[in-house]
C-alpha cells in the first residue's frame, strides 16, 4: 500500500475526459471537481457548494450524472468523464444548451452547466422523460436567479423532438 | 459647459440630495410612438452561449500562474475579545506562506471606521480572526486550526427586538440603535384619524432572516504589476471596490484596475468591497504573487450578508366606504453587527395608499450575527408584509373586495414628497393581473378558521411600489471597428440580468445594425464609470448612456458619409446599416464599406447619462396575485399560480423581462413558505451552513407563473423611458401568497416563513 502515510503524495491516475485519455497526478484527497478545474483546467464545471447539495459540478461519470465534488478523482481511475466543454464542438453549441440559450433558461449563468449535463443525462437515458420525470432529474440542482420555469421549457422541447437532437 | 445642480435621488427605497452634473443637453425621449426595431422585441441573451459552453469565466474560474490560496479563520463566538492570538505553529505549517491578523495589518480602518481590517473586538459568530495564505486552498484551510487564538468571551444577543431593550449585551459602544433614534415620520393627525374611523386593523408581522446564496460566493484575486493592482472580483460594483480597495492599501485610483465580466449572482449581498478583497491585495504585494480567496459555503451564511429579520406592528383606520383615514406604523429591522444603512421598512406605508394620517417609527438596531445587506428590495419586501396584509384584513373585515379597496384607496400623487409621479399605470397593472389569474373566482374569505376537510383553494393579493429610476452618473463609448463591427465600452456589470443583452439592443437600434455586429464590453474600471449595479438601476442609469453614445457615433456616420456621397449631412438616411442620399437611393454606401475605407480612423461616440426630471417622483408599480391550495389538516400549501403584472416603463427585452420576474417571483417564494436562516439565541451561531439546512427553491416547488407588463415608457424618466425590474418582482410576492392562504382557511399567518406547522397552530391545532 504505497503513499498511506502520506495522504497528499500525488498518485498517477488515468481515465478518459471528454474523449481525451488523461493522465494526471492527484494526491488521494484531491476531489474529481478539482482536478478537472485546476489540473485540467475544465472551469466550465463549477463548485458552489463542495458538499454535494446544490449540482453545479454535475458531470457525466460512464454517461451517467454525478456529483463530481462527492467523488474523489483517484475513484474516476479508469472511468469515462464528460463535462460540460465536451458537449460544444468548435463553438457550435449541442442541441441542450441551444435550448437553454433560446429559452433563456439561464441568467448569472454560474449553476448552469451542471443543470445542463444533469439534463443532458437525463436524456441521454430518456430521450422523452416526462415533465415530472425533468423536475425530478433537476430538483438537486439549485439555481438562485430563478430559471427553473425557463428550464422546464427548453426541456419540454428537447423532450417533444421540436429540434432534432 | 458642465454645471452642477442639487437634486432629490432615490436609491433602494431611500432619498437622499446629491449634487449631480449636467454636461449638456439630453437627447428627446423615445416616446410611446417611436418605432423601434430592436428594442422591445425579445432577444436570446448574447453571452447565452458563452455561458452554456461552459467558457464563460467567472472570477473563481481563474487561475494565474503561481496561484496562491487564502482562507479567512473566523469567531466561534458572537461577541469577544481577541486576548492573544499566535500564528507561529501555522506558519510552519506545510504550504502555508503568510499569515495575516490584527498583529500584521494594522491601521486599516473597516465598516466606516467601527472596527478595523482585523478588529480585536469581534461582534458576530463569524467575523475575521486571520487569514492564512498557502500553495494549495486545502492546505491554507487545514492550518486554520493551528492559528492559537484565545478569546474573552462576552454577552450577546441575535434578536433585533431584545437588542432594544435597555439591559440587552451592547453591540458597539455607541449602543444598538443606528443613529441613536428610531427614524420617524408623519403627516396629518393620525390619532384623529383612528378615533374617527369605521373600521381599524391591527396586525403583527415578522419576517426572518433570509440569505441571498448567490451560486458563486463571493471571491476576489488580487495580483500586482509594476506598483499596480488587478483585482478580478464576483462584485456588482467594480467602481466601488476600486475606490475603497485603494483607500484601504493607500494607493491611487489610477493603481488600482478591477474586473468582473461574469459574475455568479449577488443579489445585493456584493455591492461593496469586502474584507477578503483587501485581505487578498496584501497578501499579493507581500508575497510578490496572484491571491485568491474564494468563500465556501458555509461562509456565505455566516459572513457574505443577509435580509436581516424585521418585526412589524401595524393598524389600518378606514371609514365605511373603504377609505384609508390613517395608518400607524412601527417597525424594527436588524443590521446585523456592522450595517451602516438601515432598512426602509415604512416606505410602503407612508406612499403605497392614498391616506391623510401617516406615522411611521422603525428602529434599525445592531445584533451580534452577520452582517446584514442589501437584498433585493431591501426594506420593502418586508415592509410589503405588513402593510399590503392589513389591507387585505382590512378588506375582509369591510366586506370589500380587496382589489376594490386598493382602487379606492390609489394613490395618484407622491404624498411624502407631494409632487406629482412621473408616470403611474398600476391601475391597468390590477386590471391586466385580475384578468389573467381570474380574480373574480375568489370566494370570500371564511368568517372562522377552516381546521378540517378537504384542501381549499385561495387568491391573495399584494401590490408593489419601489424606485428604479437610475440617476447620473453613467457614462459609455462607442466604436466603429473597420469591418463595421460595433465595441460598447462600459463600466456596468452584468451580473445575470441580462444587461449585456439589453446595452446590446439599444446599440444596435441606433445604428441600425444586427445584434451580431455589436459586442458590449463591461465589467471593467479601464472603461467608463458606471454605478453599482444594484436599486434596478443598471438599464435606466447605463442605458441612455448608450443610446447618448451610439447617436453621437451615427451623427459621425452621417456627416462622414455626407462627404462620400457628396450630399448634406441632413439628406443622408441611415437604414439598416446602409446610407443613403434622401430621394436618390442608389447612392449609398453601407457602413462597413465606408468604415473599410477609413482604415483606422475611427468614428466613434460618448455618451452620458443625463440628470432625471426635477419636480417629479419616478417609481416602479405592480401587483402580483396568488392562488394557492391549503390542506387544513396538515398545513401545506400548494401554490397554483402566482400572476404578476408590473408598470417599469419602457421594456427593452421582453424575454429577459419575463426572466427577472421569474426570478424576483420565485426568490419571493423562497422566502414567503420556506426560506429561514437560524441563529441560535443561545450560542449565537447560525444553524444553517449550507444547502442541506437552508431550503433554496428546487424544481418541485416552483408554480405556475404568468408574467405580464404593461409596458408604457415613461414620459420623463429619461431619453429611452425605462425603468428598472431587477426588484420590483420580488416585493409583493410574499404578501400575496400570505393573503392567498388567509383567503383559502381563515387565518392570516403573517410571520414568515409561512410554514405547515405555522397555519396548523393559527388553525388551533397542536
Known amino acids: 500500500m504505497p503513499n498511506d502515510s502520506m495522504p497528499d503524495a500525488p498518485r498517477a491516475i488515468a481515465m478518459t475526459v471528454n474523449g481525451r485519455a488523461e493522465t494526471l497526478g492527484v494526491p488521494a484527497r484531491r476531489s474529481l471537481l478539482h482536478a478537472l478545474r485546476e489540473d485540467l483546467h475544465l472551469t466550465g464545471t463549477k463548485e458552489g457548494c463542495g458538499v454535494g447539495t446544490c449540482g453545479a459540478c454535475t458531470v457525466l461519470l460512464d454517461g451517467r450524472p454525478v456529483l463530481s465534488c462527492l467523488m474523489l478523482a483517484v475513484q474516476a481511475e479508469g472511468r469515462a468523464v464528460d463535462t460540460v466543454e465536451s458537449l460544444s464542438h468548435d463553438g457550435a453549441l449541442a442541441p441542450v444548451q441551444d435550448a437553454f440559450v433560446r429559452h433563456d433558461a439561464l441568467q448569472c449563468g454560474f449553476c448552469t452547466p451542471g443543470q445542463i449535463m444533469a439534463l443532458e443525462g437525463l436524456l441521454r437515458r430518456t430521450p422523452r422523460p416526462s415533465e415530472e420525470m425533468v423536475r425530478r432529474a433537476l430538483e438537486g440542482n439549485v439555481c438562485r436567479c430563478g430559471t427553473q420555469l425557463r428550464i422546464q421549457d427548453a426541456a419540454r422541447e428537447l423532450a417533444g423532438g421540436g429540434r432534432s437532437r | ?766
Not at chain 2, 482585523?118 to 458576530?124: A, K, P, Q, S, V
Open chain 2, 1 to 766: 459647459m458642465p454645471k452642477i445642480v442639487r437634486q432629490k435621488i432615490e436609491f433602494e427605497g431611500r432619498v437622499e440630495e446629491r449634487e449631480v452634473v449636467i454636461e449638456g443637453d439630453d437627447l428627446p425621449i423615445w416616446a410611446a410612438d417611436q418605432p423601434l426595431r430592436v428594442v422591445g422585441t425579445s432577444v436570446p441573451r448574447v453571452d447565452g452561449a458563452e455561458r452554456a459552453a461552459g467558457a464563460a469565466q467567472y472570477t473563481a474560474d481563474l487561475y494565474p500562474a503561481g496561484l496562491v490560496f487564502g482562507a479567512m479563520l473566523r469567531s466561534p463566538h458572537a461577541h469577544a475579545k481577541i486576548r492573544r492570538l499566535d500564528a507561529a505553529r501555522a506558519e510552519r505549517a506545510p504550504g502555508v506562506r503568510l499569515v495575516l491578523s490584527h498583529l500584521n495589518t494594522t491601521g486599516i480602518p473597516w465598516y466606516n471606521g467601527v472596527s478595523a481590517l482585523f478588529g480585536t473586538e469581534l461582534r458576530y459568530a463569524g467575523e475575521e480572526v486571520a487569514a492564512v495564505f498557502a500553495d494549495s486552498a486545502a492546505a491554507a484551510r487545514d492550518a486554520l486550526d493551528l492559528v492559537d487564538v484565545e478569546y474573552e468571551v462576552l454577552p450577546h444577543v441575535v434578536d433585533p427586538e431584545a437588542a432594544l431593550a435597555k439591559d440587552a449585551p451592547k453591540v458597539h459602544a455607541a449602543g444598538n440603535v443606528l443613529g441613536g433614534a428610531a427614524e420617524r415620520y408623519a403627516r396629518g393627525d393620525v390619532e384623529a384619524g383612528f378615533s374617527g374611523a369605521a373600521a381599524t386593523v391591527e396586525l403583527r408581522a415578522e419576517t426572518q432572516d433570509v440569505l441571498h446564496h448567490s451560486m458563486e460566493t463571493h471571491g476576489s484575486i488580487c495580483e500586482w504589476s509594476g506598483g499596480r493592482l488587478t483585482i478580478y472580483d464576483s462584485t456588482a460594483h467594480i467602481f466601488g471596490v476600486r475606490r475603497q480597495v485603494a483607500a484601504a492599501l493607500k494607493v491611487p485610483l489610477d493603481h488600482v484596475r478591477v474586473v468582473s465580466r461574469f459574475m455568479g449572482g449577488g443579489f445585493g449581498s456584493k455591492n461593496q468591497a469586502a474584507k477578503h478583497t483587501v485581505l487578498a491585495a496584501l497578501a499579493a504585494r507581500r508575497l510578490g504573487r496572484p491571491v485568491k480567496i474564494m468563500f465556501t459555503r458555509a461562509e456565505e451564511s455566516i459572513a457574505a450578508g443577509k435580509r436581516p429579520r424585521s418585526a412589524q406592528r401595524i393598524r389600518l383606520a378606514a371609514s365605511r366606504a373603504g377609505r384609508l383615514v390613517a395608518i400607524d406604523y412601527w417597525g424594527v429591522s436588524g443590521l446585523g453587527a456592522y450595517r451602516a444603512v438601515g432598512s426602509p421598512l415604512a416606505g410602503p406605508a407612508k406612499e403605497m395608499y392614498a391616506c391623510p394620517n401617516v406615522r411611521t417609527e422603525v428602529w434599525n438596531v445592531f445584533t451580534n450575527t452577520g452582517p446584514g445587506a442589501a437584498f433585493r428590495a431591501p426594506g420593502y419586501v418586508e415592509g410589503t408584509v405588513g402593510l399590503d396584509c392589513a389591507m387585505e384584513a382590512l378588506a375582509d373585515r369591510l366586506g370589500i373586495d380587496p382589489l376594490e379597496l386598493r382602487l379606492r384607496n390609489y394613490a395618484e400623487g407622491d404624498q411624502v414628497l407631494a409632487r406629482p409621479y412621473s408616470s403611474k399605470f398600476l391601475r391597468e397593472a390590477y386590471k391586466m393581473a385580475a384578468d389573467a389569474a381570474g380574480w373574480s373566482r375568489r370566494a370570500a374569505t371564511p368568517a372562522a378558521p377552516v381546521r378540517s376537510g378537504a384542501p381549499r383553494r385561495g387568491f391573495g393579493m399584494a401590490s408593489q411600489i419601489w424606485g428604479g429610476a437610475g440617476s447620473a452618473p453613467a457614462y459609455a463609448e462607442v466604436r466603429l471597428n473597420p469591418d463595421g463591427t460595433v465595441d460598447v465600452r462600459i463600466g456596468t456589470h452584468d451580473i445575470g440580468t441580462g444587461a449585456r443583452t439589453a446595452l446590446t439592443q439599444i446599440a444596435a437600434e441606433v445604428l441600425t445594425l444586427p445584434i451580431e455586429k455589436i459586442t458590449v464590453l463591461l465589467g471593467d474600471t479601464d472603461f467608463p464609470y458606471s454605478p453599482l449595479s444594484a436599486g434596478s438601476q443598471t438599464i435606466a442609469s447605463c442605458g441612455p448612456a448608450v443610446r447618448m453614445a451610439a447617436e453621437e457615433a451615427r451623427r459621425h456616420l452621417l456627416d462622414t458619409a455626407a462627404s462620400v456621397l457628396e450630399a448634406a449631412p441632413s439628406d443622408i438616411r441611415l437604414e439598416a446599416g446602409s446610407m443613403s442620399v434622401a430621394g436618390v437611393p442608389d447612392r449609398k454606401i453601407a457602413v462597413h464599406e465606408l468604415t473599410g475605407r477609413m482604415n483606422n480612423f475611427t468614428i466613434g461616440g460618448r455618451g452620458f447619462r443625463g440628470a432625471n426630471p426635477d419636480g417629479v417622483t419616478i417609481r416602479t408599480w405592480g401587483v402580483q396575485i396568488a392562488e394557492v391550495e391549503v390542506d387544513p389538516e396538515t398545513g401545506d400549501v400548494r401554490i397554483i399560480k402566482i400572476t404578476a403584472c408590473h408598470d417599469v416603463g419602457r421594456v427593452i427585452n421582453p424575454m429577459g423581462y419575463v426572466s427577472q420576474i421569474h426570478g424576483g417571483v420565485i426568490q419571493g417564494i423562497g422566502m414567503a413558505l420556506y426560506e429561514d436562516h437560524v441563529t441560535d439565541p443561545e450560542s449565537g451561531t447560525v444553524m444553517d451552513l449550507g444547502f442541506d439546512t437552508y431550503a433554496m427553491p428546487r424544481q418541485s416547488m416552483i408554480p405556475q407563473i404568468e408574467a405580464l407588463a404593461v409596458g408604457q415608457p415613461d414620459p420623463v424618466s429619461n431619453n429611452l423611458g425605462v425603468k428598472g425590474v431587477g426588484e420590483p418582482p420580488i416585493i409583493p410576492t410574499a404578501a400575496a401568497l400570505v393573503n392567498a392562504i388567509a383567503n383559502a382557511v381563515g387565518v392570516r399567518v403573517t410571520s414568515l416563513p409561512v410554514t405547515p406547522a405555522k397555519i396548523i397552530r393559527a388553525l388551533g391545532g397542536a
